[in-house]
């Protein structure tokens, strides 16, 4: 929580410029992550079931899945700035799995592996859409500076909005494919009359993200994708403590 906490703090300081804030900032999302893939370890070892049952252990384990997500392109000097929107969501969330016992190591639920497949599945194309609801913020408050002629445009060092686009849609695609076989999986467990509310507002989120590759091959590009995907992210915002942090 410390090294993600700093990394948030010390990304602002990118917004003056690049320097020896987003290196540190960096080396803190690296560390912090380092740390808590060392704690789910010791969860999963110490555990006879699966540790992240419940709504504090699943969020511990998205957060994991974001900041690793995020990881993969995000510590690049292109990409750094994206840690703006990512580390503070990151950094806040694995503080309320800390307060709800999330992170500690003891026995975790027991469950079956098919529930468990369909937990880690799910929570991958959350974390996947999460970044790219971030992609799509930094797209539009970078598009608002350009439109507004701002003099600090060219001293933050932002993607262009061409590669944010693009890079949005690709992480939509893969988090889909991860939801597709996370239904799937859920799907295939499901007795007759358990179709509920929660699995309905999951497959809106579906529909709304497939919608968004659909229409993006009818020209839908640019600020139009970047708000249809931030719209779909709220639905996530539903999705998640209706499902995963709801036990």
């Not at 933050?156 to 944010?164: E, G």
Request: net charge positive; hydrophobic share 55%.
């Amino acid at each position: 929580m410390l090294a993600y906490g700093e990394a948030a703090f010390a990304y602002a300081g990118e917004l003056r410029g690049p320097g020896l804030a987003g290196r540190l900032a960096t080396w803190g999302v690296r560390l912090g992550w380092l740390a808590q893939t060392a704690l789910l370890v010791g969860q999963a070892a110490s555990a006879e079931g699966f540790p992240w049952g419940t709504w504090a252990g699943s969020l511990n384990l998205f957060v994991w899945l974001v900041v690793g997500a995020y990881l993969i392109w995000g510590c690049t000097p292109r990409y750094r700035l994206l840690g703006l929107t990512v580390m503070p969501v990151a950094a806040a969330l694995l503080a309320l799995a800390w307060v709800g016992g999330g992170t500690a190591v003891e026995d975790g639920e027991r469950s079956g592996a098919v529930l468990a497949v369909h937990a880690a599945l799910m929570l991958a194309g959350f974390a996947g859409l999460t970044l790219a609801a971030g992609m799509a913020a930094l797209y539009l408050w970078q598009e608002r500076r350009i439109k507004r002629h701002e003099r600090s445009v060219l001293k933050v060092r932002v993607p262009p909005l061409d590669a944010l686009d693009r890079l949005a849609a690709r992480s939509v695609l893969g988090s889909l494919a991860l939801l597709t076989l996370g239904i799937g999986v859920g799907a295939a467990s499901f007795e007759r009359g358990d179709f509920d509310a929660a699995m309905a507002v999951t497959l809106g989120v579906w529909a709304t993200y497939a919608s968004l590759l659909i229409l993006r091959h009818e020209g839908w590009r640019g600020r139009r994708a970047a708000l249809l995907n931030l719209t779909g992210f709220a639905l996530v915002a539903v999705v998640l403590p209706l499902t995963h942090f709801a036990s």
